[in-house]
C-alpha cells in the first residue's frame, strides 16, 4: 500500500510540459454559439468550456456519471485560462445575450479559477444580459457572491442539484452534498439578485426508469421554488465514469428520450424545464427504439425555446414497449429490460 | 428455511419439482406470468413474508456458504441475453451457492427458445417479461425461434391463440396484444414439453435439437458441457430411454465421459488376448445378428478371450459392460463415416484402454472406420494387432475362418485360464458401480451363477448374493451382498441414517451421512446402529446431505445388523 502512495507521488513529480495541444491555445472547438431562452424570448447565446485544474469534488471523490474531469489539467495556471477566454471572445465578438462560462467544475472555486481572472472575466462580460456560471452549492457564500456582484450584476449561477432526493444523490450520484446545501446556495444567489439553474439528472445509476421519472417529477417539484430556470439532464455514458462500467456490464441503460419527454410535458405548470439531449439517440445516450429518436430530440430542444408542449407531436410504436418497461423494470433486478 | 420447495424428479441438473404458493402447489418449471406474483417474489424479498426469498447477483458465485431459501432469484439475468460465458457462469454460480431443495428463478430471461437449456442448466422458475418485451418489439416467439410480424402476416400462426388469424389487417397495438397472447403460451407449452422429457429422461435430446435456432444458445450448451464436473455431479447412472446420439454435442454427455474413466480406473486389469469387435445397432451387442454369428465362430474360445466392442460415442465398452447404460441403449445415426471428432474421441478411449491392461496379443475383427481407428491407436502405441478381415465384411466366411483359427493360435501361444463369462458380468457391474476391487470384497470366492442373460444372479451355499436387475441391468446387492462390502467399502456407496428402521422410500432429512459420490439411480447400502439395508438412491449424495426435502432412497431389503 505504502509502496504504491510512494510510486504515485513520483509520477506527479514527473517533468511535463505546461499545456499540451490546442486547447492550451484556446482553440475554438470548445466554444460554440447557440439559442436559448431569456425573459420569455429566444437570444443567441455563447458557450465556452475553460480548461482548468478541474473540478474539486472529481479530484477528490467524484460522481458516478461524471467524466468531464478527462477535459481538465493540473498544469493550467491563470493566465491559461484568461487565454482561452480572450481567444473565444477575438473570435466570436460580444453580440449575443448570453454568455455560459463552463469549466468542467466550479466556475466560482478560486483553486480552479483565481480570483483575479474570475473578475476580469465577468467584468469584461457586464454589460451581456446574461452570464451563467456553474458552481458546486460550497462556493456559492454570501462572501464570494459580494465580490462578483459588485464586477457583474448579470450571473446566472447553475447548479448542479440532479436530484433533490439526499439518499438518491448521495447513494446512486455520490456528489457529496445535501438538497439543504443546494437551498442555502441559492437563496444566497437570490439574495445578491442573481438568477438560479438547477440541474436535474434524469436516471442516475441504479434506478429502474419508473424510479427515475418520479424522482425527476419530484425532484422538479422540489427544486422549482429555487430555481429560475431547471435543466433536464438526461444521464449520458461518459468515458471512465462508474455509469460506464456499469453499462458495459449490461447493468445500466441511459434514460428513454419519452421519459424526458414526459417529465417536460407534466412538469410545464410547474417550472420552466429546459433540456438538451447530450448524445440523444446514440447507444450511449438516451435513446429510444432508434426509428423515433431523431424526431423526438428536435421536439425535446423545440420545447425548451418554447415551453409549449404542442411541439410534442411524435408517436412511435416502440411507447407500447417504454410503458411495460416503465411498469416491469423493476423485476429484472436490476438490468435493463432492453438495451 | 426451505420449507415450500420440493425436488420430485430429476434428469441431470434440471428438476421437475412443488413449489408452495399462496395456499396451493405449482408445478415446477414453471413460469410466473401475474404481476402479483412477480410482486409477491419482490416483496418478499425485503420482508419476511410466507415465502423465504433469497437474490444472489451472478459475482457472487464463488461462496461456499449455501443459500437455503425457498426461492433464489438469480438479479440482473437479463444482461445475459446475448453472453452465454457470462450465462453460463452466472447460472452454475447460482445453482451451486443455492441450496439443492431451494428452487433458482432466472428473472426476465426465459423465452420459448432457451427455456430449455435454462431448465438443463438447473433453473426452475421463469416469467414471461421478455414474451411480453418481444410481443412489443414486433416479434412471435416458438420454440424454434422468433418471427417477425411481417412474416407472420405472409404465413399466419395456426396455434390456438392465433387461429391462423391474418394479422396484416391489425393494428400494431392488436398485433402486439396477439403477439403477446401467443409468446405467453408458447412458452406455456414449451415448459410442458420440457417437463414431460425430464419426466422421461430426455430432455438432453430436446435441449440438442433446441440449441440449434441461434448460435449464442449452441454457444451455450458448448459451455455448459464444459463444466463436467457440475452435470456429472447430478448425472443419473442409468437410465431406461434410449441416449439418442444424433448430434456433435451428444459426445460431450456426462454419461459418455464417466463411463469411459470407469471402464480405464475401476474394472479390474485384463490380461491375455483381446478380440475387438465393432457395435451393432441392436443392444445388448450379444443380441445382435453380427454378434451372435461371430460368437458362434468362436465357440468356447470364448472362455479364454477379453472382449470388447468399439463404438461411437461409448468409446470401448468391454463384453461385460454391454448390459449397463450408455453401452446397453443408445442409438447414432449410422452413415458409415465417422466424423473427426468421434474418431478422435474413440481413438483416445482405445488408447486409454490398451495402455490400462496388459494384453499379449489384440485380434481385430473389424473393417472400415473401425480399422482406421484400430491402425492408428496401434501406430501410437506400438501394439501387435493382428485384423482378421480382410474382404471388408466382418460377417464373410473368410473373415469369420481366419478370425477362428487366429484366435485359436493366439490363445494357445500364452494359454489363458478359462473363465464363466457370466461371472464377468457380474465382477465388472460390481467394480463399475461400486469402485475398483468392490468384486474381490463382494465375490472372495467364485459363487454360483444362475439365472439368463443378462439378468444373472450370484449365491454362495445357498445364499444370494447380487443380481443382475432387470429393469437398468445394475448390479443389486442382498443384504448378504452387502455385509460383504460394507466392510470393504470405506464408506462408499453408503447412506448413514438416523436412528430408524428402513422401510419404503428413507427421506433426505433422514440421511445423516451420505457418500457425496453416490448418483441417481445408485445401488446403495443404507446403515445405522441397528440395520443393514440395500436400496436404489433417488438424489445424489451430496444432495442427500444438503437437501431436507425429498425422497432419498428406496428400500428394496432390510435386516437387523
Not at chain 2, 451457492?97 to 438447473?122: C, E, K, Q
Not at chain 2, 473393417?367 to 491407436?377: A, D, K, L, N, V
Not at chain 2, 475362418?401 to 463369462?421: G, I, T
Not at chain 2, 460390481?430 to 444372479?457: M, N, V
Request: include cysteine; proline fraction near 5%; aromatic fraction near 8%.
Amino acid at each position: 500500500m505504502k509502496k504504491q502512495l510512494v510510486a504515485r507521488e513520483h509520477m506527479t513529480q514527473k517533468p511535463k510540459p505546461k499545456m499540451r495541444g490546442s486547447r492550451a491555445r484556446g482553440n475554438t472547438q470548445f466554444a460554440w454559439t447557440g439559442s436559448d431562452l431569456l425573459n420569455g424570448e429566444i437570444v443567441p447565446s455563447l458557450t465556452m468550456v475553460l480548461t482548468t485544474k478541474g473540478c474539486s469534488w472529481a479530484r477528490r471523490d467524484g460522481c458516478t456519471m461524471c467524466g468531464y474531469n478527462v477535459n481538465s489539467n493540473p498544469y493550467v495556471q491563470a493566465p491559461d485560462i484568461q487565454k482561452q477566454f480572450n481567444q473565444v471572445i477575438a473570435h466570436y465578438g460580444k453580440a449575443f445575450k448570453i454568455v455560459k462560462l463552463f469549466t468542467s467544475g466550479s466556475f466560482l472555486d478560486k483553486e480552479e479559477v483565481p480570483i483575479d481572472v474570475r473578475d476580469t472575466i465577468l467584468s469584461e462580460l457586464k454589460d451581456m444580459p446574461k452570464v451563467i456560471v456553474e458552481s458546486r452549492p460550497e462556493y456559492v457564500t454570501p462572501e464570494i457572491c459580494d465580490d462578483i456582484a459588485r464586477t457583474n450584476e448579470h450571473v446566472e449561477v447553475a447548479i448542479g442539484l440532479e436530484t433533490s432526493s439526499d439518499r438518491i444523490r448521495n447513494n446512486c450520484v455520490n456528489k457529496g452534498f445535501s438538497f439543504g446545501d443546494f437551498i442555502r446556495a441559492s437563496e444566497t444567489a437570490i439574495a445578491h439578485d442573481f438568477t438560479v439553474k438547477a440541474y436535474l439528472l434524469l436516471k442516475p445509476p441504479f434506478m429502474t426508469e419508473r424510479e427515475a421519472l418520479e424522482d425527476a417529477l419530484q425532484s422538479v417539484r422540489d427544486a422549482a421554488p429555487y430555481a429560475d430556470t431547471i435543466s433536464l439532464n438526461l444521464c449520458n455514458v461518459q468515458k471512465g465514469t462508474l455509469v460506464e462500467a456499469l453499462w458495459k456490464k449490461g447493468l445500466y441503460r441511459p434514460p428513454w428520450l419519452w421519459t424526458a419527454v414526459e417529465v417536460l410535458k407534466r412538469m410545464q405548470e410547474t417550472a420552466t424545464v429546459i433540456c438538451d439531449p447530450v448524445g440523444g439517440g446514440s447507444r450511449r445516450g438516451p435513446h429510444n427504439c432508434g426509428k423515433c429518436d431523431r424526431k423526438v430530440v428536435t421536439e425535446i430542444k423545440e420545447f425548451s425555446l418554447s415551453q409549449n408542449s404542442a411541439s410534442f407531436t411524435a408517436s412511435c410504436t416502440d411507447q407500447m414497449l417504454w410503458e411495460f418497461v416503465l411498469e416491469f423494470e423493476e423485476f429484472s433486478y436490476g438490468a435493463p429490460l432492453v438495451p | 428455511m426451505t420449507r415450500l420447495f420440493e425436488v420430485t424428479k430429476r434428469d441431470d441438473a434440471a428438476r421437475l419439482g412443488k413449489l408452495g404458493w399462496r395456499g396451493r402447489a405449482l408445478a415446477t418449471p414453471h413460469s410466473l406470468e401475474s404481476k402479483e406474483d412477480l410482486e409477491l417474489l419482490k416483496e418478499s424479498t425485503i420482508h419476511r413474508a410466507e415465502i423465504d426469498v433469497a437474490i444472489v447477483a451472478a459475482q457472487e458465485g464463488t461462496g461456499t456458504e449455501r443459500i437455503d431459501a425457498d426461492v433464489v432469484i438469480l438479479a440482473g439475468a437479463a444482461r445475459f441475453q446475448e453472453d452465454p460465458r457470462g450465462l453460463t457462469k452466472a447460472l452454475l454460480g447460482a445453482r451451486k451457492l443455492a441450496n439443492p431443495d431451494s428452487a433458482l428463478y432466472v428473472p426476465a430471461l426465459a423465452t420459448p427458445t432457451n427455456v430449455s437449456l435454462l431448465v438443463y442448466a438447473g433453473v426452475d422458475l421463469f416469467d414471461s417479461i421478455i414474451a411480453e418485451v418481444k410481443a412489443r418489439e414486433g416479434y412471435f416467439l416458438d420454440a424454434d425461434g422468433e418471427r417477425r410480424f411481417d412474416e407472420v402476416s405472409h404465413r399466419p400462426c395456426f396455434c390456438g391463440v392465433c387461429n391462423g388469424a391474418n394479422i396484416t389487417e391489425l393494428s400494431f397495438e392488436h398485433k402486439v396484444a396477439l403477439a403477446s397472447d401467443h409468446n405467453k403460451k408458447a412458452l406455456k407449452e414449451e415448459l410442458n414439453k420440457v417437463a414431460e422429457h425430464i419426466e422421461r429422461g430426455t430432455l438432453r435430446e430436446l435441449v440438442e435439437g433446441r440449441c440449434r435456432a441461434a448460435p449464442a444458445l449452441t454457444a451455450l450448451l458448448r459451455l455448459l458441457d464444459n463444466e463436467y464436473e457440475y452435470f456429472e455431479r447430478r448425472s443419473p447412472i442409468v437410465r431406461t430411454a434410449t441416449l439418442l446420439a444424433c448430434s456433435q454435442e451428444s459426445l460431450n454427455r456426462p454419461e459418455i465421459r464417466r463411463f469411459g474413466e470407469r471402464v480405464i480406473e475401476r474394472l479390474r486389469r485384463r490380461d491375455g488376448v483381446l478380440l475387438l469387435l465393432p457395435c451393432s445397432a441392436r443392444k445388448p451387442y450379444s443380441r445382435s445378428r453380427s454378434h451372435r454369428i461371430i460368437l458362434a465362430q468362436l465357440g468356447e474360445l470364448r472362455q479364454h478371450l477379453n472382449e470388447a466392442i468399439i463404438t461411437s460415442p461409448v468409446g470401448v465398452v468391454p463384453r461385460s459392460l454391454e448390459i449397463m447404460y450408455p453401452a446397453s441403449n443408445y442409438d447414432i445415426p449410422v452413415t458409415g463415416t465417422w466424423t473427426c471428432d468421434e474418431r478422435e474421441w474413440v481413438t483416445a478411449c482405445l488408447t486409454q484402454y490398451l495402455s490400462a491392461n496388459t494384453f499379449e496379443s489384440v485380434i481385430a475383427h473389424v473393417s472400415g472406420p473401425y480399422r482406421q481407428i484400430c491402425e492408428s491407436t496401434v501406430e501410437q502405441l506400438g501394439i501387435n494387432v493382428v485384423y482378421t478381415v480382410d474382404d471388408d465384411n466382418v460377417l464373410s466366411s473368410a473373415s469369420l475362418q481366419r478370425l477362428r483359427a487366429v484366435a485359436h493360435e493366439l490363445v494357445d501361444a500364452c494359454s489363458p485360464a478359462r473363465r464363466d463369462l457370466r461371472f464377468d458380468y457380474m465382477q465388472d457391474l460390481a467394480d463399475f458401480q461400486f469402485g475398483p476391487r468392490a468384486s474381490e470384497a463382494i465375490f472372495p470366492e467364485i459363487p454360483k451363477i444362475g439365472g439368463l442373460f443378462p439378468t444373472y444372479y450370484a449365491s454362495d451355499r445357498g445364499r444370494r448374493i447380487a443380481t443382475i436387475t432387470g429393469s437398468y441391468q445394475t448390479l443389486a446387492l442382498t443384504i448378504e451382498g452387502a455385509r460383504r462390502y460394507l466392510p470393504a467399502s470405506g464408506g462408499k456407496y453408503c447412506v448413514q441414517i438416523d436412528d430408524f428402521e428402513p422401510k419404503g422410500t428413507v427421506f433426505a432429512i433422514g440421511a445423516l451421512k451420505a457418500d457425496p459420490g453416490i448418483r441417481p439411480f445408485d445401488e446403495v447400502v443404507v446403515v445405522n446402529d441397528r440395520f443393514i439395508a440395500v436400496g436404489r438412491a433417488l438424489m445424489s449424495g451430496w444432495e442427500m446431505q444438503a437437501s431436507k426435502r425429498g425422497g432419498a432412497v428406496v428400500i428394496r431389503h432390510v435386516e437387523s445388523r
